[in-house]
């Protein structure tokens, strides 16, 4: 992570080496970076090295959802591993039973220990004693680590903004020992206050920040990654859950201050597009396209290989090919774990090839029959057959993110297409996760979107070369389009433009189409699918549809996948003589049928201060509904 001669590079590796190791071992220590031998902030800011490797561990606590199981926690997927610990996590919040003693992903006690290591950095790194043969290296250096820590705090803040709105603001290290603060009765900031501070920071910190980064340096803060966050806090800011949310009202400290803002805001709007716009104009991201002639490879390349010009903030991962293991269809051919299932609800999200809605008239979507033709196997082209015509001339990223009945992947070494139907005993033959008797676990898709096709996992030959994007250029585009389309009372041709750049890399046509794409409420509901499809299994549907306000309507309701399991009076009546054929179970498997009745209700939107923190801190009030 850090740029070094190669002597020092060899010294520093191994110091982030431990870093790593370290983050698997509980420990008091708030600061929790170094071996046991040193065992205060004292010892660590003696030293250079142990300085750095702290910066080190707060990089190592940014967020990781790689393959994050918060895609089974809203309407993209189902995680169907019944007895792991994602799975049930994600059966609580689909069914409500979450709560301010069980929540999987609120991680408040974290979050405030990773703000306080930062807050402990940023106060001490420009009093570590440096070598004098090495204070002109320092001289540079210090700065840039004292701002990347800063900006790894706004990021911890945005991670409790996301979740809880408003959250005490401290950016000391006294005030953040929330242990000892609790007893001063540490009250909420507003959302005002904590979106304040975040942009504030951001502005100031871009100052500081490299343009870019070497190759050897990627992963590390730069000017477009805190501007990039701006954006991101500002779109949030100006969405309904915090811009006049009357659920809200009667939220207040003790003293009455009031947390969430009960005027609505238009400039809000404005605000997030111009810090949309401030990143795009820095010119030099641009939207990967590395195959513009083939539109299912131009999407879904950016996702196994390390794309440096999208990207503007990635967390690095190694050649692992652990995603790919889990994700892969379960078959022999594949040898995968079949993780996540994408809901019917996903699938009906992505338009036609000729930019209408499948509900719309003139979409020529036909949920019968079946064609034959060819399609993108992660090598080549493949010729297919019997694909359903569910599957039949649809955006480019469905193809490059979902596996179908009969799809097809690296079919010259796998030999035969993708099978999700049941039939027979269903082991060893169906390549869905069939296990067990037939009628109790039905499924139908699989997620295609990263997965690598230079692995092999039957051979297990090959590898995966992919980082994890954090923020890229196509959110910017999106935060602009909406953001203006909010502030206006019409769409304007800028609007279209940066929507339509988004889908022109898959060669989708531009907008407008319908009549209702003319009006801002018909280009809000573009402009939220586009995210949707676009930004789909990237862990950003969780927070969309609350920032929305619409996970009421999406997350409250009964969701599908098809019929890869049916009964077995099923098979007797699919018309098939055989109803332990594959035919057999074909012809019953185009069915969408019930998953999960999933349940949401007003107080989700936001989480619940966690019950321990109210119990040692009477200055903390509880969100609306908990």
């Known amino acids: 992570m850090l740029l070094y001669n190669d002597k020092e590079m ?24 170094v071996p046991d031998e040193y065992v205060t902030d004292e010892d660590v800011f003696k030293n250079i090295n142990l300085a750095e490797q ?31 610990g994602g799975a049930l996590d994600a059966y609580k919040f689909n069914l409500g039973t979450w709560s301010t003693v069980d929540n999987p992903i609120g991680n408040w006690g974290g979050r405030y220990q990773d703000i306080r290591r930062a807050n402990i950095f940023i106060e001490r790194i420009e009093s570590v004693p440096i070598p004098l043969d090495r204070s002109d290296y320092y001289q540079t250096w210090i700065p840039r680590y004292k701002a990347e820590a800063r900006f790894l705090r706004v990021i911890f803040y945005f991670e409790l903004f996301k979740r809880f709105g408003a959250v005490p603001l401290l950016t000391s290290a006294v005030s953040t020992d929330l242990n000892e603060a609790a007893g001063n009765n540490v009250e909420r900031n507003s959302v005002e206050e904590i979106v304040d501070f975040i942009v504030a920071e951001c502005d100031d910190i871009a100052q500081s920040l490299p343009t870019s980064q070497e190759a050897s340096q990627v992963g590390r803060a730069t000017r477009g990654a805190a501007l990039a966050l701006k954006s991101r806090t500002l779109i949030y800011a100006a969405s309904p859950l915090f811009n006049g949310n009357a659920l809200y009202k009667d939220i207040s400290n003790k003293d009455g201050k009031k947390l969430f803002s009960q005027s609505y805001d238009k400039e809000k709007w404005k605000r997030a597009a111009d810090a949309a716009m401030d990143v795009i104009n820095m010119g030099i991201y641009s939207l990967y396209s590395p195959s513009p002639n083939n539109s299912v490879q131009n999407y879904a390349s950016q996702f196994y290989t390390r794309d440096y010009t999208e990207s503007i903030f990635q967390r690095i991962k190694g050649n692992d090919t652990g995603l790919d293991g889990q994700w892969l269809p379960n078959g022999p051919p594949f040898k ?23 509900n719309e008239p003139g979409s020529n979507y036909q949920n019968t029959g079946f064609w034959s033709g060819q399609l993108w196997d992660g090598l080549k082209w493949q010729n297919v057959s019997d694909i359903s015509n569910m599957y039949k001339d649809r955006d480019p990223r469905f193809y490059a993110s979902i596996f179908f009945q009969y799809d ?21 033959r169906t390549d869905g996760w069939a296990n067990g008797k037939a009628g109790t676990s039905p499924w139908g ?24 994007p954090v923020f890229r250029l196509a959110e910017m585009y999106l935060i602009y389009a909406e953001a203006m389309n909010e502030y206006q009372d019409v769409p304007d041709a800028p609007v279209y433009d940066y929507i339509n750049r988004v889908r022109e890399r898959v060669k ?22 586009e995210n949707r499809v676009e930004f789909a299994f990237e862990a950003h549907r969780f927070w969309d549809v609350r920032r929305w306000m619409i996970a009421l309507t999406v997350d409250n309701r009964p969701v599908h996948v098809l019929n890869a399991k049916p009964s077995a009076a099923e098979l007797d009546a699919s018309g098939v003589s055989d109803p332990n054929s594959e035919e057999a179970g074909a012809a019953v498997f185009y069915k969408p ?18 019950q321990s923190e109210i ?5 903390l009030v509880q969100n609306y509904g908990w």
């Not at 191994?14 to 370290?22: G, I, K, P, R």
């Not at 119990?615 to 200055?619: F, H, R, S």
């Open 54 to 84: 702290a910066l080190a561990r707060l990089y190592n606590a940014f967020p990781d959802e790689t393959g994050s199981n918060i895609t089974a926690f809203t309407d993209e997927s189902y995680h169907h591993w019944t007895d792991n």
């Open 508 to 529: 989708m046509p531009p907008l407008p189409i319908l009549a209702s794409d003319r009006t801002r409420e018909g280009m809000r509901q573009r402009i939220q699918n």
């Open 593 to 610: 049928v019930v998953i999960q009745d999933r349940v949401f209700q007003d107080k989700h939107y936001l989480m619940p201060i966690p």
């Open 408 to 428: 097809v992947w690296r079919f010259d070494a796998t030999k035969r297409p993708i099978k999700l139907a049941f039939w027979g005993d269903g082991n060893g």
């Open 10 to 33: 060899k010294k520093i590796s191994l110091l982030l080496l431990s870093v790593f190791l370290l983050t698997t071992i509980s420990c008091n220590k708030y600061l929790d970076v």
């Open 615 to 619: 119990d040692k801190d009477p200055g």
């Open 336 to 358: 995968g774990n079949g993780q996540f299932t994408p809901l019917q609800e996903l699938v009906d999200a992505y338009e036609m090839n000729n930019g209408y809605p499948i």
């Open 445 to 468: 898709y699989n997620i295609r979107k990263f997965l690598s096709p230079e692995y092999d996992r039957n051979a297990n030959t090959g590898t995966a070369k992919r980082n994890w």
